[in-house]
């Protein structure tokens, strides 16, 4: 069975920090797809990156950065130079298979405050 | 850019009613979902539709859901008799097929259900 866990249940820095949300994944398959989403206060889900398991390079995208790494099945996500605008609840995401219409399972989310 | 739209935003409903939440897939996309996070709780899989029919259901769909596609545009969640303990929040997802972007989900705002 899949699951996704969030460790950091509430993280809390100061404007220009930076900042790692930890995700560790279970899977049986050799074939999943991570992934990143954010929920920011007004409640909708945002998709920030999906990344394949057979793909391991880490990815910047301007101040976020995704390191993935099999052998201890983490998928870790930090941002550089935080800002107040990062205040959020970021969820890890897995599903498996190759097929398309798999299901997400979500870890339980990492509140993030970026305080002035 | 295309999104993912439901409405309404915030349905009220006693205990025992009919509610239908509904959701407008981003338009060239095949597959369809429907997820629920309780306040404070994580995002959970409720159902996947493909093809004008449930590809995948969790155990929370139980008898007192149902989904459809009743056009070209429109997806629904259906719950018979709601109980108290469906009040959440309601996310519709949709993805497309291709392999660049398989399995990335796209969510609305989502619809927050409350049951008296």
């Known amino acids: 069975a899949q699951k996704v866990t969030q460790a950091q249940t509430e993280i809390s820095v100061v404007e220009k920090e930076d900042v790692t949300l930890d995700c560790v994944y279970e899977?049986?398959?050799?074939?999943?797809?991570l992934f990143w989403y954010k929920q920011p206060p007004s409640g909708e889900l945002v998709f920030l990156i999906r990344r394949n398991s057979f793909d391991e390079q880490n990815e910047i995208s301007g101040r976020y950065s995704w390191n993935f790494q099999k052998s201890t099945s983490s998928f870790n996500f930090t941002i550089t130079a935080s800002q107040v605008v990062d205040s959020a609840v970021y969820f890890c995401?897995?599903?498996?298979?190759?097929?398309?219409?798999?299901?997400?399972?979500f870890g339980e989310g990492t509140q993030l405050t970026v305080n002035p | 850019e295309p999104e993912v739209t439901q409405t309404p935003s915030h349905q009220v409903t006693q205990m025992g009613q009919e509610v239908i939440l509904r959701c407008v897939p981003i338009s060239n996309h095949l597959y369809f979902y429907w997820y629920r996070q309780i306040l404070g709780q994580k995002v959970e899989f409720l159902v996947s539709?493909?093809?004008?029919?449930?590809?995948?259901k969790s155990e929370i769909f139980d008898d007192q859901f149902s989904v459809e596609r009743p056009d070209g545009s429109n997806f629904t969640l259906k719950i018979r008799s709601t109980k108290l303990e469906d009040s959440a929040m309601y996310f519709c997802?949709?993805?497309?097929?291709?392999?660049?972007?398989?399995?990335?989900?796209?969510f609305g705002a989502g619809t927050r259900l409350s049951v008296l």
């Open positions: 899977t049986r398959d050799t074939t999943y797809y």
């Open positions: 995401a897995l599903s498996e298979g190759e097929t398309s219409g798999s299901r997400l399972t």
């Open positions: 539709f493909y093809n004008n029919e449930i590809s995948e």
């Open positions: 997802a949709s993805s497309d097929q291709w392999r660049g972007s398989k399995n990335i989900q796209y």
